[in-house]
C-alpha cells in the first residue's frame, strides 16, 4: 500500500504454563503411536504481554518420551506496548530428555486492534522442568509515514 511501510523487530521474554490439560485420543494409554491432545492456558512477559492465552495441540507419541504436535494459539494483550489480539500456528517435537523445541508464525489476517496487520515468526525451546520458557519473536507491522499502525476496515 503506497504510503506505508513495514518495521521489522525482534522481541523475547518468557512465558510460563499456566494449565495443561491432556488427554490421549487413541489407541490406548501405553500404545506407540497414539494420539493426544492438550488444552492449554500460558501467560508471556516480556515484548508479549498475555495472561491466560488459548492454546490447543494434537500431539503424536512415536515412542513413550518422544514425539511431535502442532496447534494454535491465541493470545490477547500487548506486543511491545501495542494491543491487540493475534494467533499463532505452532509446531514442534519433543525429545527423550523432555526437551520441547517449537516454532511459531503469526496466521495471516489474525491481527487485531494496533496488532492488525501484525506478521511474524518466533520460537522457543523448553526444557524439562523449567518454569519460565524464554522465547523470540521475529515481527513486522505495517505502520504509516507518521509512524502510526495501519488498521484494518472494519
Known sequence: MPGT??????TTGNFTFADWRERVIGPAEDATPRLAH??????FTGGIEAAGTTCEYAIVYVTAKTGSFSGMELLTGRVDGREGSF???ERGWFGE????HCTFEVVP????????????EG???????ETAVPYRFAYD????PDGTELRGSA
Open 123 to 129: 520460537g522457543f525451546t523448553a526444557r524439562h522442568g
Open 109 to 120: 489476517g489474525s491481527g487485531s486492534g494496533e496488532l492488525t496487520g501484525l506478521t511474524g
Open 141 to 144: 507491522l505495517e505502520e504509516t
Open 5 to 10: 511501510r513495514t518495521t521489522a523487530t525482534t
Open 97 to 100: 530428555d523432555g526437551t520441547v
Open 38 to 43: 492438550a488444552s492449554v492456558r500460558n501467560t
Open 87 to 89: 494467533a499463532v500456528e
